[in-house]
């Protein structure tokens, strides 16, 4: 892919990536991390604005119009829609967008505008310019969320942890699962907190399964393969496949670890620039191998704290 290409892969990307980013955050949406900063929800409002009512105008004058000159943009007081309203928007407006950059060729990414603020430019710098203002607002909502003590979602903000660090933390987590069963029976382990949720023996089979079905066979083609593809993995269409409470959870955990020690030892050896190397997602867009692997460490979070939500409920049980 091109750099053009990668740079409208990413914008594309970004609604699904925001919506992930506020799915558990529904409660907390438009609390601030401290006062006088911006709560989750304004940091989307503050997308939505950008794009509908500043980038998508402006984008569709440079393509119909000689170099139009833009009026500076004016201060609002800010949508006052909720937050799925708000996404549903940032998503409809950077469809368009995604639309109109899509089909340019050379001449329609050299078209012209003159800005305010930052004089003549390109389309292509102009998207460019909204890409890295995308991670910079991802990043800003990942920043929240570590305040606001949530789990983190680094990858989705476009953050990428040193593999070093990373191999530690997924070094932990075989033990960490091991804990949080210890002293449960099989029919607890498998009794799932509500119907619609994961037990947590249907958790650890995600874990295990994902390992060495997801995780390892594409960073091995991200660490050999120029710029490979793959598609975003469906959780809900992985739980219908069959009934995953079957069988023992000590087996599950002992292939876990052994699945888990494979991956570290495959990444420990990796050689130097590797983990820069790009592949295309169909769920985060394009992103490194370090970003990945930082996905799995924060996937990792996720399940161990659904499997102590789980515990809790079911113990509670009796």
Known sequence: MTERELTVARLAATPTLLREMARDGAGQAWTPSKPGEWSMGEVVRHLVEGDRDTFLPRLRRMLAESRPVF????????????????????????????RLLGGLDDAGWRREGVSPSRGALTVATYAATMDAHDTE???????????????????????????SALLGALAKTPDRVAELAAGLDAQTLCERPEPDEWSMKEVLAHLMELESRLFLPRFRLMATQDRPR?????????????????????????????????????????????????????????????????????????????????????????
């Open 71 to 98: 009026d500076k943009g004016r201060r609002t007081d800010g949508d006052r829609a909720d937050l799925a309203t708000l996404l549903d928007a940032f998503a409809d407006a950077r469809r368009q967008a995604v």
């Open 137 to 163: 607002h991802l990043q800003q909502i990942q920043d929240v969320r570590a305040t606001l003590g949530m789990t983190p979602k680094r990858c989705e903000a476009r953050i990428a942890l040193p593999l």
């Open 230 to 318: 793959f598609e975003g993995f469906d959780p809900i269409a992985w739980g219908r496949e069959r009934d995953r409470r079957e069988g023992r959870f000590d087996d599950d955990l002992a292939t876990f670890r052994r699945a888990r020690a494979e991956t570290l030892a495959y990444l420990a050896t990796l050689p130097p620039g590797t983990a820069e190397r790009p592949g295309l997602s169909g769920h985060f867009g394009p992103l490194t191998l370090a970003q990945y692997v930082t996905h799995e460490a924060d996937h990792d979070l996720e399940h161990l704290a659904q499997m102590r939500d789980a515990r809790t409920v079911v113990t509670a049980r009796g």
